[in-house]
């Protein structure tokens, strides 16, 4: 009977269709669904922190209007994912206190600190990048309620490199200082970029199954590789350097050579040990303890209304 089922199931993927909730999954299938999209709504959330902490010293009017949006729009996504995590059978509670108790993941990328405003540029244009090249990815998956999270998000994401690369650009052309001051930003977040894909896919435990059933229809090292040949050439463009001695565009392939993050970093910083990991889990407690009453009265009004109290 498991047997048959699974096959049934797996023939539906091989033809390309979308499980949807109610469909018969594999529990793994299942599993490995709320691991990845629970984690991808917790990084939205953390992922608010770095740039956040830069709207109330934005240079201009424009740019912290824009980047209000963009944080705003972050925390959006987080909530779309932990929705399309809750279709699997988990609470957002159960999401949030496994976050919270520092049992579920975010991505690495984010406990790294943005000490100028170029940092939110260099954000803006290589880490929404990334997640672009990772999330386009994500939307062709198996799983209906994910794939079309994505659809939705990265028409926002694209929004959010666009106004990375305005902010980018301006100082990347600007005076020697701004200029400087983005070579910089540049230098801190070249690598982390590259982590934002995950481990290389001869470490990765989790790659085979998710490519089996398509819940990821490409590997890390293949998006990592998508990524670099298209922002290597747009961050040189712009006359400036790329922190990796070993960059160079290789004729023979059409695909940029480059060096890889030091995995060693990577799997310290996911372990808790980078720049800002109890500063992010910190921040993230704290919210949660201050917006605990707005849960509580929200409860009670749920509570009254189903006892059929007066309003
Ligand atoms: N950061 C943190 N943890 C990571 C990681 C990373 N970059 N890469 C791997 N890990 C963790 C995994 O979560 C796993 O731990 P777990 O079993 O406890 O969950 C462990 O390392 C081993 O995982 P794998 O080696 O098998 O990693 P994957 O092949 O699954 O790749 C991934 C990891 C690329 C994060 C993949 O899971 C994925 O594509 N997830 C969905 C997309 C996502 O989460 N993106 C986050 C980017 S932030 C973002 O998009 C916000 C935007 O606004 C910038």
Not at 81 to 94: N, Q, V
Not at 170 to 186: K, S, Y
Request: charged fraction near 25%.
């Amino acid at each position: 009977e498991y047997e048959a089922r699974l096959a049934e199931f797996e023939a539906r993927i091989a033809r390309g269709e979308k499980i949807e909730p109610t469909d018969w999954m594999p529990e793994e299938y299942r599993r490995q669904l709320i691991r990845m999209i629970s984690q991808h709504a917790h990084s939205e959330i953390v992922g608010m922190l770095p740039e956040g902490k830069w709207i109330p010293h934005a240079p201009t009017l424009r740019r912290k209007l824009i980047l209000i949006a963009k944080v705003q729009d972050e925390g959006g996504h987080g909530q779309l994912l932990y929705r399309a995590a809750e279709t699997l059978g988990i609470s957002r509670e159960e999401m949030i206190e496994a976050f919270l108790a520092g049992k579920a993941k975010y991505s690495v990328v984010f406990n790294y600190p943005t000490p100028t405003w170029a940092d939110v540029a260099a954000i803006g244009l290589l880490i929404d990048g990334a997640a672009v090249v990772n999330q386009l990815m994500l939307a062709q998956g198996s799983y209906g309620p994910y794939a079309r999270a994505m659809k939705r998000i990265c028409y926002e994401e694209s929004f959010h490199i666009k106004q990375g690369y305005d902010a980018f650009v301006a100082l990347a052309t600007g005076t020697p200082a701004q200029r400087r001051m983005m070579q910089e930003a540049v230098n801190r977040w070249w690598y982390p970029a590259l982590m934002l894909f995950g481990p290389p896919d001869r470490d990765s435990v989790h790659t085979p199954t998710l490519l089996r059933w398509r819940i990821k229809t490409k590997t890390n090292d293949q998006l990592r590789q998508e990524f670099v040949d298209q922002y290597a050439p747009m961050v040189l463009r712009l006359g400036l350097t790329i922190p990796d001695p070993n960059l160079r565009y290789d004729p023979e392939t059409g695909h940029w050579r480059f060096s890889e993050p030091d995995w060693e970093e990577f799997w310290r910083v996911i372990k808790g040990d980078g720049p800002c990991n109890a500063e992010r889990m910190a921040a993230r407690r704290r919210a949660h303890e201050e917006g605990r009453w707005v849960r509580e009265a929200l409860a009670a009004k749920a509570a009254q209304r189903t006892n059929g109290g007066s309003n």
